[in-house]
């Protein structure tokens, strides 16, 4: 009996060891020596210190910074481990919020960021990427429409002519991948440290 699991059991070893162990560091390795910055999370730093990722947004409060599209994720509960509470980019638990078109919690959250927008900028319609949130409520991008669309208030608060914000908005604005794929975007981490750099 041990002539016929001996083999199976170096067997299951073997393998383990080359895919669980071996194939999983050659990988680490060759995207570390190809793409460092990558492979590190795609972190942005200023001043020598991690201010965040590329892939992952962050909530801007303050009417200085543009802000992102609104997030669905949540965090336990300090209060009471049963319930979750807002947690905005919160990527320990990427998520969308589940809640459909006949949903009135959502409808409501939707009516009340609509009104608040067009408070800031009247004249222009609110772009739906800044009342809508994405299936993983992580995401650092927003439309050129939406960093647009909040060029007013950025520069009102920070006493700067519209047209050099715009401008920001403008530069920080990528295109489609190869021309082809995706939409236009702006990074609003990128985008809000570049203001700050501008600002100075």
């Given at each position: 009996?041990?002539?016929?699991?001996?083999?199976?059991?170096?067997?299951?070893?073997?393998?383990?060891?080359?895919?669980?162990?071996?194939?999983?560091?050659?990988?680490?390795?060759?995207?570390?020596?190809?793409?460092?910055?990558?492979?590190?999370?795609?972190?942005?730093?200023?001043?020598?210190?991690?201010?965040?990722?590329?892939?992952?947004?962050?909530?801007?409060?303050?009417?200085?910074?543009?802000?992102?599209?609104?997030?669905?994720?949540?965090?336990?509960?300090?209060?009471?481990?049963?319930?979750?509470?807002?947690?905005?980019?919160?990527?320990?638990?990427?998520?969308?919020?589940?809640?459909?078109?006949?949903?009135?919690?959502?409808?409501?959250?939707?009516?009340?960021?609509?009104?608040?927008?067009?408070?800031?900028?009247?004249?222009?319609?609110?772009?739906?990427?800044?009342?809508?949130?994405?299936?993983?409520?992580?995401?650092?991008?927003?439309?050129?429409?939406?960093?647009?669309?909040?060029?007013?208030?950025?520069?009102?608060?920070?006493?700067?002519?519209?047209?050099?914000?715009?401008?920001?908005?403008?530069?920080?604005?990528?295109?489609?991948?190869?021309?082809?794929?995706?939409?236009?975007?702006?990074?609003?981490?990128?985008?809000?440290?570049a203001l700050d750099r501008a600002a100075q």
């Amino acid at each position: 009996m041990l002539k016929e699991i001996r083999p199976a059991f170096v067997i299951l070893v073997g393998l383990t060891l080359l895919t669980g162990l071996a194939y999983p560091l050659a990988m680490t390795g060759i995207a570390e020596a190809v793409f460092p910055a990558q492979a590190q999370g795609s972190l942005i730093e200023r001043d020598g210190k991690t201010v965040g990722s590329v892939l992952i947004g962050q909530e801007f409060k303050d009417d200085k910074y543009f802000h992102g599209r609104p997030s669905a994720t949540t965090a336990a509960d300090p209060q009471d481990a049963t319930k979750t509470v807002p947690a905005p980019y919160n990527a320990a638990n990427s998520a969308g919020s589940n809640l459909g078109p006949t949903s009135k919690a959502l409808s409501d959250r939707m009516t009340d960021d609509v009104e608040k927008l067009k408070v800031e900028n009247p004249s222009m319609p609110v772009p739906v990427d800044l009342v809508t949130t994405t299936g993983s409520g992580l995401d650092p991008h927003i439309s050129p429409e939406a960093a647009l669309f909040q060029v007013p208030r950025v520069a009102k608060a920070r006493k700067m002519p519209e047209e050099s914000v715009r401008k920001l908005v403008n530069e920080q604005t990528e295109g489609r991948l190869a021309g082809l794929l995706g939409e236009p975007r702006v990074n609003v981490l990128a985008l809000n440290l570049a203001l700050d750099r501008a600002a100075q």
